[in-house]
């Protein structure tokens, strides 16, 4: 059983359009991080979050960690054709001895030029 | 810096061979990691190493086993392979301290390895 379930599995959308992908489960977590991982490689930390209802931005992307610390989501704007790849959120169980990430399923991204 | 890269990039095996995967770091991170990427799962945890000379199970342990002998490397053995072992193998490394919980990941290139 996934502890994380990322949704949707996949999206594939219109460059210029925005979008929303989320990660929910029904264990807390400690802190919540965001990879993104292109074709042929591994994947690339975009952001931790650590409080809930915290939110960050990075430039398109806005990231937020639910007030309940159970949930996260991605918002996009104005997707560019860049933006494709897979989403990965990741959870750290807790913040005390915990060595290991839970990863969640993943959502597939594909921005049509 | 190269990071961490994996060894071999590829590999095909047949049921019942053995082989070992490579994952070395140059960042001088305690931790290291192990996991397997199937479609539609994400990634799972097969093991994992936080500090040279130790290692623990994660989610997918069985049919695996690992080492940690120098601090830099950490490998990844199949003693008898089956075609449910066929997925793309993740080593990451992280620096990290039991009192701060996981840092970032950082990733190799991954190993594609197809069991027939």
């Known amino acids: 059983t996934q502890l994380l379930e990322q949704s949707p599995q996949f999206l594939s959308i219109q460059e210029g359009e925005n979008l929303t992908v989320y990660c929910n489960s029904s264990?807390?977590?400690?802190?919540l991080q965001w990879y993104r991982q292109e074709p042929g490689e591994g994947p690339v930390l975009l952001v931790t979050v650590v409080t809930g209802g915290e939110v960050k931005k990075l430039k398109r992307l806005t990231f937020q960690f639910g007030d309940a610390r159970k949930d996260s989501s991605l918002h996009i704007t104005a997707a560019q054709p860049g933006d494709t790849g897979l989403y990965l959120c990741a959870g750290e169980r807790s913040n005390f001895g915990n060595e290991k990430l839970t990863f969640g399923t993943g959502t597939r991204l594909t921005i049509i030029p | 810096n190269a990071g961490v890269t994996q060894t071999p990039k590829f590999r095909v095996l047949k049921t019942g061979q053995s082989m070992t995967l490579l994952c070395a770091q140059d960042m001088n991170h305690e931790y290291m990691y192990w996991y397997r990427q199937d479609p539609g799962m994400g990634l799972r945890l097969i093991h994992y190493?936080?500090?040279?000379?130790?290692?623990a199970k994660g989610e997918v342990p069985d049919g695996y086993n690992v080492s940690r002998l120098k601090k830099q490397n950490f490998l990844l053995g199949l003693e008898s392979a089956a075609p449910s072992q066929t997925s793309v193998y993740f080593c990451?490394?992280?620096?990290?301290?039991?009192?701060?919980?996981?840092?970032?990941?950082?990733f190799g290139p991954g190993t594609r390895l197809t069991v027939t």
């Open positions: 990451a490394s992280s620096y990290a301290t039991r009192f701060r919980g996981p840092d970032e990941q950082y």
């Open positions: 264990s807390v977590f400690s802190s």
């Open positions: 190493s936080v500090g040279e000379g130790t290692t």
